[in-house]
């Protein structure tokens, strides 16, 4: 059944869209649960009603989905029918806070974390030149946990001094009561109105009521606009310096009204440092805490003593300090399991066990991390361990390849390896992290000699068998490879390493169906693989399925999250002009827990990714600066390594410290003029710095050397100098 007009008789199907039960209906349309059958998830579905023709709304969801902010509801999709239009969200779980207040009233340590959670994330909004216009309770959604999720932005709009009204609505009855004076009268949106909303907001989940809420229509728009919000009753418990918040916030005057959100979430964050108990009484003396608006005056006591003072002061210490206390018995349960694990006998053999289990999964960066704190602590009980030191030396071999060939590491694996095979000369595993070694520095007799030592001492040693198959591929020996791994495959039939190296070579041969089938194979032995999703999407988009692999890197990354593969889908939206998803993939990917803080490149990326969205100049700026501190260290041990050199030139240019990037390009051209991707960096950095002829230049030897057109016509910072004739020739 097709999408009806008709909200009396509910539509059962749109397009690909299962609908469910109603969630609700207001001003901008009607809201339904629905199934994603293309994308097997639930969403909510919002039928908009009257809704102008000339009206943009793929512009307005772009403008929100440009937006970071965890509490901002994603916009999935625009939906046309030949009758309808409907907007494709986020299905968020819990209650909008109208349901809330209907229910329950909420004590002011609550409401206060309420307020501070919707001006934390608007203040995101504001700065990248958002404006809600229609914050109100039912526009808050409250999740079990208390977060809270600000509704309907998909339908909000880019402050513009032109426009009197949002796009959309054209029934402004329903948020009549949280519209600001100014507004009323006919003046632009802009963020002051979403302040005066949100106080009201406060003001009503204070006191049970929202201004004048006898009223409505005309009559309630009347009375906000003659009236003035130090006119409206409070009840007497109420604390003087939440009422000082409300006025500061809802004042008829712009400039007497709180100048931003931040100025808001700083206050709300004031307040909600108190204790519970003492925010809550009505007779606690918030201001003898100075936390009040810069409009209160100070509030003294002559009368009261000095002994007093000590007295009180004394008595909320000990509260403060017992409430800290059950906080942090409270905060660190999740991390008693650990305490105790830490607090735990040492055992050498549970160590070795718990590391090379982390080791198996060797392709992801955080279970590298782990493998290398067991491998540790065995060499701080026994630094001859000779099983533990190779184990560590692999760990470094492999963060080596994951630290774009990073020879710190590569040293570090080198000795450890090497003093396993003194301490050991018997053991398979010493051999095979010196063979690794060996091959990493393209030694390949040597190499080859370790491994055949290691298999010869373990025949079937998994990690032996996988590591000469590495050193075939590194050797371009690929076909006797492949021979190799097949048979490998057919003895552990449970092994997924093979499978994953057999679809290598697949793609390097170029048979990405060949590959698609190793890397499935792979998923199936065992479906938690890094390096089978990294693969199997690479084989797919090969194959011009780039949906395909965008699915398979997101079911990765929902199994087992890790910085490789948030970075391969911010490279794959990225190269789709997707930089909304593109950003979110990167800062996932350089996020403690997700991914790996220390990638220079996920952090350029972040900024080349930034630099393309409304506002996020400092953001990007920001990341760009990251780039450049983690980059540092590495060039201090390869001061003469152009591709570093070159770099670290486009970060500073990037950053605007001219001379300083100028050095670096000059150095980089020096040392590699015949390599394109130096050059490329060299043409963008110094248009960056205002050198238009060196810059092109440069950007002309980079196409002779092969630099991709389709990369040069994407750079952002290329714009102008496209368009210049010299280019153009």
């Given amino acids: ?180 004076p100014e507004v009323l009268t006919g003046t632009s949106l802009r963020p002051s109105s979403d302040i005066y909303a949100l106080g009201v907001i406060l003001y009503e989940m204070l006191t049970g009521a929202r201004p004048f809420a006898n009223l409505s229509g005309l009559a309630l728009a009347a009375a906000l606009i003659q009236s003035n919000s130090d006119q409206w009753p409070w009840p007497d418990h109420l604390p003087q310096v939440l009422r000082q918040l409300v006025r500061a916030m809802t004042a008829r005057q712009l400039e007497h009204r709180v100048a931003s959100m931040q100025e808001v979430a700083h206050q709300c964050a004031q307040i909600a440092a108190i204790d519970a108990p003492s925010l809550n009484s009505g007779t606690f003396n918030l201001a003898a805490l100075n936390l009040t608006l810069s409009t209160m005056p100070p509030q003294t006591n002559s009368t009261m003593s000095l002994k007093r003072v000590l007295q009180r002061w004394r008595m909320l210490f000990a509260i403060l300090l017992t409430v800290a206390v059950l906080f942090g018995v409270w905060y ?39 493998a290398e704190q067991h491998f540790l602590k065995i060499l701080e009980y026994s630094p001859q361990h000779a099983a533990a030191a190779a184990s560590l030396s692999m760990v470094y071999s492999y963060r080596y390849l994951q630290d774009e060939e990073n020879l710190y590491w590569l040293d570090k694996a080198q000795s450890l390896a090497q003093n396993a095979v003194k301490s050991n000369d018997f053991l398979a595993l010493s051999h095979v992290a010196n063979a690794k070694v060996l091959g990493l520095k393209d030694q390949f007799d040597a190499a080859f000699a370790e491994v055949e030592r290691a298999i010869a001492l373990d025949p079937n040693g998994v990690l032996a068998l996988g590591v000469k198959s590495e050193l075939l591929i590194r050797a371009q020996r690929a076909d006797e490879a492949l021979g190799f791994l097949k048979q490998a495959i057919q003895r552990f039939p449970s092994e997924r390493l093979f499978a994953d190296l057999m679809g290598q070579i697949y793609l390097l041969k170029s048979d990405y169906k060949a590959a698609e089938v190793a890397y499935g194979l792979s998923l199936q032995i065992k479906a938690d693989g890094s390096a089978a999703y990294l693969g199997l999407a690479d084989a797919l ?189």
């Fill in 1 to 180: 059944m097709s999408a009806s007009k008709d909200n009396a008789s509910q539509p059962e199907q749109l397009l690909h869209y299962q609908l469910g039960k109603s969630l609700g209906e207001g001003g901008f349309g009607h809201v339904y649960q629905a199934w994603d059958a293309k994308l097997h998830r639930q969403v909510a579905i919002k039928y908009l009603k009257n809704i102008a023709a000339s009206v943009d709304l793929m512009k307005e969801a772009r403008l929100a989905a440009s937006l970071q902010h965890a509490a901002f509801v994603k916009v999935h999709a625009l939906e046309q029918t030949e009758d309808s239009q409907a907007i494709v969200m986020e299905l968020v779980p819990g209650r909008t806070l109208r349901q809330v207040l209907e229910t329950q009233t909420p004590s002011i340590s609550h409401v206060i974390d309420i307020v501070l959670q919707v001006a934390q994330a608007m203040q995101e909004a504001h700065a990248a030149g958002l404006v809600h216009g229609d914050l109100k309770p039912s526009n808050l959604m409250q999740e079990p946990s208390g977060v809270v999720r600000i509704l309907d932005f998909g339908l909000a709009i880019q402050a513009d001094r032109d426009v009197t009204t949002s796009l959309v609505q054209s029934d402004p009855q329903g948020t009549i009561a949280y519209m600001a």
């Fill in 332 to 370: 660190s349960q999740p991390y008693w399991t650990q305490l105790r694990s830490s607090m735990a006998p040492y055992s050498e053999a549970r160590e070795m066990q718990q590391g090379l289990e982390a080791f198996s999964n060797f392709d992801r960066f955080d279970m590298l991390n782990r």
């Fill in 541 to 729: 988009m090969m194959q011009n399925r780039v949906e395909e692999s965008l699915q398979t890197l997101r079911a990765g990354i929902k199994l087992k999250p890790g910085a490789e593969l948030h970075k391969a889908l911010g490279n794959s939206l990225f190269s789709r002009g997707d930089y909304v998803g593109a950003a979110s993939a990167f800062e996932s990917a350089v996020t403690a827990g997700k991914g790996n803080p220390d990638d220079y490149l996920a952090w350029a990326k972040l900024g080349d990714t930034m630099s393309w969205l409304p506002g996020k100049s400092d953001v990007a700026k920001t990341a760009y600066s990251r780039a450049r501190n983690l980059l540092q260290p590495r060039m201090k041990n390869n001061p003469d390594d152009a591709d570093l050199l070159s770099r670290m030139g486009l970060y500073t240019a990037k950053l605007g410290e001219n001379a300083e990037a100028f050095m670096y390009i000059q150095k980089s051209l020096e040392l590699a003029p015949n390599s394109a991707e130096v050059q490329f960096r060299a043409g963008v950095s110094l248009e960056m710095i205002d050198m238009r002829a060196p810059a092109l230049v440069a950007i002309a030897r980079a196409k002779e050397l092969g630099y991709s057109v389709k990369s040069i016509e994407s750079e952002p910072e290329l714009v102008s100098l496209r368009r210049d004739p010299k280019y153009l020739r």
